[in-house]
Structures are given as structure tokens and as C-alpha cells.
């Protein structure tokens, strides 16, 4: 019985002293969260290792496309090749070959799809998609080689575990998360007068050297469409195969507009 009561007397005891505690320590409810410096310095650190190797990579990419008017679309394998900062190819795969070939330098975009022998050459695909130099966008969201300048650091925002910094560029908003590990979470671009880009990297991986976003998932502003990619077996070279990188179409294949190539994309599962 009286062993009982001095567990009980000890259980209560450790109750009051539990209540009592908060008053008397520091209210912490999370450990203190890292100086903005502190970030920035792991950003910038990380920033350089992965622009270095963007020069040139080449992966395999498993994509999960989504359209808000067909909803999810059988997934797909394709090979990229990266050349930043502005070119870029993506053959996607199907059982019968490649069912797309799209390839990008700067503001020109080149597109095959074979088994329709249809081809289509932007020279100013900027125009049409309303993202400046649409190659240099892709090379920055699958390397994630965003680099806000110093004013944005100046004044960041708190969201959470985040710091949000904003910048322009030539008439471009851009806004980007960043964790404490110096990794972004998130992207996105607008024009003024275009369509918006939203980038977000659920994983990342240590490659060679440098932490690598391998866990990317694209869409644009308004929910229309989505692609989410998984990268492997990445690997970076010290200069990009620049004939690798060139999509060449036959002489006597059929002309594709930008509003036929935007359907081939939402139906890879097609061609």
C-alpha cells in the first residue's frame, strides 16, 4: 500500500514539475531557426556546384503528365540532355521508339514526332509560349540554377521553414522558396502580360558531388497542365555534346504548329 502511494506521490510529482517547468525555462516550441545569412551562405554554396555541372547532363527522366481537361496521362520514359544555361533536348520514349523528339536552344525550339513524320521549328517560340528564351527557363526549372540577385536577399519574406526572396528580371517576377539546407522547395516566373511557371523540387540527391534536384514537377499558372518528372542514373560531363543536342528532321516531313505540338504533349500516350 504504501509503495502505491509513493508512486502515485512520485507520478504526481513529476506532473507539477512538468507544468511547473515552462514557467521557469525559455517558452521554445522549435528549435531557433537559422540566421537569413546563414541560408543564403548554404544557397550560394549549393547555387555554384550545380550550375558548374548543368553545363552538361544527361538523364533519365520517368514523366507523369496531367491536364486539368483529361486528368492523369499514362506516364512516359524519355532521355534529357541539359546544356545550360539555354539548350536542352527530350526524346521521349514509347514501345515503338521515340514518340517525341524536342529539343531547344535559346528562343528556338525544334519538335519531331516520327511516328506521324510531323515537325515543327519555332524561331521565336518566346512569342508563342510568352516565356522569354523558353530553353533558358527549362535549363534554370530541371537545374534549379535560380539566382536572385542581392537585392532580393536584402529584404526576404518568412513562410514557414522558408525565405522567400522576389526579384525582377527584364520585366520577369520571380519569387523562390528556400529551405534552411540552402535548397530551393520552389519556383515561379510570370510576365506581366503571359502565362506563369510554377516549379516545385520534392527531392533532391546528393550526385557527384553537388545536391541535385532529381524530384521536379512543373505546371503552368492556372492548373492547366502538369508534368511531374523523376530523374536517375544522372550524370554531368565537363562540355555538352552540342550534336547530341540537335533534333534533325527529314526534309520531306509535315509541318506542325505550336497549337499541334501543344496537343502532342498532352497526348504523349498517342503517339
Known amino acids: 500500500?504504501?509503495?502505491?502511494?509513493?508512486?502515485?506521490?512520485?507520478?504526481?510529482?513529476?506532473?507539477?514539475?512538468?507544468?511547473?517547468?515552462?514557467?521557469?525555462?525559455?517558452?521554445?516550441?522549435?528549435?531557433?531557426?537559422?540566421?537569413?545569412?546563414?541560408?543564403?551562405?548554404?544557397?550560394?554554396?549549393?547555387?555554384?556546384?550545380r550550375a558548374e555541372r548543368a553545363r552538361a547532363v544527361e538523364a533519365r527522366v520517368a514523366l507523369w503528365p496531367h491536364s486539368a481537361s483529361r486528368g492523369a496521362l499514362p506516364g512516359a520514359e524519355a532521355v534529357l540532355l541539359l546544356a545550360a544555361p539555354d539548350a536542352f533536348r527530350l526524346r521521349v520514349g514509347s514501345s515503338f521508339g521515340t514518340a517525341l523528339d524536342l529539343g531547344a536552344h535559346d528562343d528556338s525550339v525544334v519538335a519531331y514526332v516520327p511516328s506521324r513524320r510531323l515537325a515543327v521549328r519555332l524561331g521565336a517560340a518566346g512569342e508563342s509560349l510568352g516565356v522569354r528564351s523558353p530553353a533558358a527557363v527549362?535549363?534554370?526549372?530541371?537545374?534549379?540554377?535560380?539566382?536572385?540577385?542581392?537585392?532580393?536577399?536584402?529584404?526576404?519574406?518568412?513562410?514557414?521553414?522558408?525565405?522567400?526572396?522576389?526579384?525582377?528580371?527584364?520585366?520577369?517576377?520571380?519569387?523562390?522558396?528556400?529551405?534552411?539546407?540552402?535548397?530551393?522547395?520552389?519556383?515561379?516566373?510570370?510576365?506581366?502580360?503571359?502565362?506563369?511557371?510554377?516549379?516545385?523540387?520534392?527531392?533532391?540527391?546528393?550526385?557527384?558531388?553537388?545536391?541535385?534536384?532529381?524530384?521536379?514537377?512543373?505546371?503552368?499558372?492556372?492548373?492547366?497542365?502538369?508534368?511531374?518528372?523523376?530523374?536517375?542514373?544522372?550524370?554531368?560531363?565537363?562540355r555538352p555534346d552540342r550534336r547530341r543536342l540537335a533534333v534533325v528532321t527529314p526534309a520531306d516531313a509535315g509541318r506542325l504548329g505550336w497549337l499541334g505540338l501543344r496537343r502532342a504533349l498532352e497526348r504523349l500516350e498517342e503517339l
Open 138 to 238: 527549362v535549363c534554370r526549372a530541371l537545374g534549379a540554377t535560380w539566382n536572385p540577385d542581392a537585392a532580393a536577399w536584402a529584404a526576404p519574406e518568412r513562410s514557414d521553414s522558408l525565405l522567400v526572396v522576389r526579384w525582377l528580371e527584364d520585366g520577369d517576377s520571380l519569387a523562390l522558396g528556400v529551405g534552411t539546407s540552402g535548397l530551393p522547395r520552389w519556383a515561379r516566373i510570370a510576365r506581366p502580360d503571359g502565362p506563369a511557371l510554377d516549379v516545385r523540387y520534392p527531392a533532391w540527391s546528393w550526385v557527384d558531388g553537388a545536391s541535385w534536384p532529381t524530384g521536379v514537377a512543373l505546371s503552368d499558372g492556372g492548373g492547366r497542365f502538369q508534368v511531374e518528372c523523376r530523374l536517375r542514373h544522372v550524370r554531368f560531363a565537363a
Open 1 to 49: 500500500m504504501r509503495s502505491g502511494r509513493r508512486a502515485a506521490c512520485a507520478i504526481a510529482l513529476a506532473g507539477a514539475a512538468a507544468l511547473a517547468l515552462p514557467a521557469c525555462a525559455p517558452h521554445r516550441l522549435a528549435p531557433p531557426a537559422l540566421e537569413e545569412g546563414q541560408v543564403r551562405a548554404r544557397f550560394v554554396r549549393a547555387l555554384a556546384e
